[in-house]
Nanobody, 124 residues
Framework: QVQLVESGGGSVQTGGSLRLSCAASGLTFRQYAMGWFRQAPEKERELVAQINWSGGITSYADSAKGRFTISRDNAKNTVHLQMNSLKPEDTAVYYC?????????????????WGRGIQVTVSS
């Protein structure tokens, strides 16, 4: 059974930092690209960052560029999202998800496995 478990969320003030982690089990982690998504109240879920199987290819939403960094540790089956210079508009539930990599970032419509999400709240 595949499990993705997020940790590291919480509440910070504007300008603060958080590091989200996602521990994966039940899948061959190196075969999957990983993504971080978020969903704010009354808004659609959006992709924040992606990383391919090796960590050599990453992609970010415009809102995350320059502030967030995605990374992975294949030896520990974990993926991280370092979030700096946080803003109130970053407040959301953050989810990690896995999609077959095939060398690249994978397909957005093939994100088959999802974590339960973790709350990030940024206060002004």
């Amino acid at each position: 059974q595949v499990q993705l478990v997020e940790s590291g969320g919480g509440s910070v003030q504007t300008g603060g930092s958080l590091r989200l982690s996602c521990a994966a089990s039940g899948l061959t982690f190196r075969q999957y690209a990983m993504g971080w998504f978020r969903q704010a109240p009354e808004k659609e879920r959006e992709l924040v960052a992606q990383i391919n199987w090796s960590g050599g290819i990453t992609s970010y939403a415009d809102s995350a560029k320059g502030r967030f960094t995605i990374s992975r540790d294949n030896a520990k089956n974990t993926v991280h999202l370092q979030m700096n210079s946080l803003k109130p508009e970053d407040t959301a539930v953050y989810y990690c998800a896995a999609t077959p990599s095939r060398g690249g970032l994978g397909r957005l419509d093939e994100y088959a496995y999802w974590g339960r999400g973790i709350q990030v709240t940024v206060s002004s």
